[in-house]
């Protein structure tokens, strides 16, 4: 190797180990938890992925359907919130989101069918697609990141919480039409605070741009100062 080359290589080196040490800057994120199965998302325009419909169809043929029951919910979820782990729901167990995507839509519309006791055909590949692009977002919460959970513990109030460890699958057993069969998406937070009252003006506040279960609060709106400034004198 040439003293340039060695040189070259150094330079890359630290750069990537510069890289690697750099924490990315902190974000905030709206979050809202549904607490059943009630809304897919924006379709895709498209379904550009190769879906193998004669495994959607076996497999439903094969599982008995058991459509989950949510009483009890919503007191579970917070009961979880105030725990550290924030979670979310289109989450059966075949729904990890790091799994390939094509397998991620087929286990969707298997699910609507066999835990959400939809007909096979009702929701389609870009319902799914809708589906798991919003919930893509969770990938993107860092440690260090700042969560706002608006209408908790009541509708004029929120939590906020910073990420302590980014998301993950809960892959704990459970059983039948148990509501617990789905919410597995978790992110887990740290230093939870409520909101005083009449900090500023909710529910308008988490109104659009903040449209999806999950919104990263880009520092362009008009409304981020808001948030940062609750973050900044409030947290």
Not at 28 to 56: A, M, N
Not at 162 to 173: G, H, R
Not at 185 to 202: K, M
Not at 208 to 213: E, G, L, N, V
Request: negative net charge; charged residues 25%.
């Amino acid at each position: 190797m040439s003293q340039l080359d060695q040189m070259i290589a150094e330079i890359l080196e630290r750069e990537s180990l510069r890289l690697r040490n750099e924490k990315p800057p902190r974000r905030l994120w709206v979050f809202r938890t549904h607490k059943k199965h009630e809304y897919k998302g924006e379709p895709s325009t498209i379904c550009q992925y190769d879906i193998d419909i004669e495994r959607i169809i076996t497999t439903i043929n094969e599982i008995r359907p058991m459509t989950i029951d949510y009483t009890g919910a919503i007191d579970w979820i917070d009961k979880e919130l105030y725990q550290g782990r924030l979670r979310q729901g289109w989450g059966t167990p075949g729904l990890h989101l790091r799994l390939p995507t094509e397998e991620w839509i087929e286990n969707f519309l298997i699910d609507c069918v066999i835990f959400w006791g939809e007909k096979l055909g009702e929701s389609n590949c870009e319902d799914a697609i809708g589906r798991m692009k919003i919930l893509g977002d969770m990938l993107n919460m860092n440690i260090g990141d700042i969560v706002f959970v608006p209408k908790t513990p009541t509708n004029d109030r929120f939590i906020v919480g910073t990420v302590s460890k980014p998301y993950y699958f809960d892959y704990t057993e459970r059983f039948g039409n148990d509501f617990r069969n789905d919410f597995r998406h978790v992110i887990e937070l740290e230093n939870l605070g409520e909101s005083p009252n009449s900090v500023f003006p909710i529910p308008s506040i988490f109104g659009p741009p903040f449209r999806h279960a999950i919104d990263w609060i880009n520092p362009n709106y008009k409304t981020y100062q808001f948030f940062e400034h609750y973050v900044n004198v409030n947290y």
